[in-house]
């Protein structure tokens, strides 16, 4: 049983396109982390929330973290071929725990 | 800082023999995990430390093991390699509070 369920799992989509990509459990979480990893390399960090409702914005990314702290959204607005890669959401089910991974969502953005 | 450095970055391995994969952070992290990740997958946890001379096992530890004598090396080894164990590794370790950092990742082949 996944613990992090990620949708959808591939997505290519045109340039200058928005999409959201989801992150849902049925556990809460105290912290919610998102990830991009490009082939042939470990994932990067791109944001961490950790309260309910809270939303991240990080130029044209923007993240939200449920009320109930068991799920979570990326959007991303007016995407561009730079934004292609692997998406990964990843949980902490209590602070300093280990984290849980998503599947990733393989974004592709064609010019 | 280098971050988290990884060694090698591929190798292949017959069914049978055996090899450690090194890692190393110049971060003072005392957090370190190693995770394995298969095509189109999310990451898996194998093994984790929480300091020098404390590790634990993650989901997936079965055929590997891992030590931590010092802060900065985590190595992860493989006493008799089989073909389920092709993977890309991930070296991993954070501070308390914050993202975790991932090394480049190991491509190792079992034939």
């Known amino acids: 049983t996944q613990l992090l369920e990620q949708s959808p799992q591939f997505l290519s989509i045109q340039e200058g396109e928005n999409l959201t990509v989801y992150c849902n459990s049925s556990?809460?979480?105290?912290?919610l982390q998102w990830y991009r990893q490009e082939p042939g390399e470990g994932p990067v960090l791109l944001v961490t929330?950790?309260?309910?409702?809270e939303v991240k914005k990080l130029k044209r990314l923007t993240f939200q973290f449920g009320d109930a702290r068991k799920d979570s959204s990326l959007h991303i607005t007016a995407a561009q071929p730079g934004d292609t890669g692997l998406y990964l959401c990843?949980?902490?089910?209590?602070?300093?725990?280990?984290?849980?991974f998503g599947e990733g969502t393989q974004l592709t953005v064609n010019p | 800082n280098a971050g988290v450095t990884q060694t090698p970055k591929f190798r292949i391995l017959k069914i049978g023999q055996s090899m450690t994969l090194q890692c190393t952070q110049d971060?003072?992290?005392?957090?370190m995990y190693w995770y394995r990740q298969d095509p189109g997958m999310g990451l898996k946890l194998i093994y984790y430390?929480?300091?020098?001379?404390?590790?634990d096992k993650g989901e997936v530890p079965n055929g590997y093991n891992v030590s931590r004598s010092t802060t900065e090396d985590f190595p992860l080894r493989l006493e008799l390699a089989a073909p389920s164990q092709t993977s890309v590794y991930f070296c991993?370790?954070?501070?308390?509070?914050?993202?975790?950092?991932f090394g480049s990742g190991t491509r190792l082949t079992v034939v």
């Open positions: 991993a370790s954070k501070h308390s509070n914050y993202g975790y950092t």
């Open positions: 556990s809460v979480f105290s912290s």
């Open positions: 929330v950790v309260t309910g409702g």
């Open positions: 990843a949980g902490e089910r209590t602070s300093g725990s280990r984290l849980t």
């Open positions: 971060m003072n992290h005392n957090y």
């Open positions: 430390s929480v300091g020098a001379g404390i590790t």
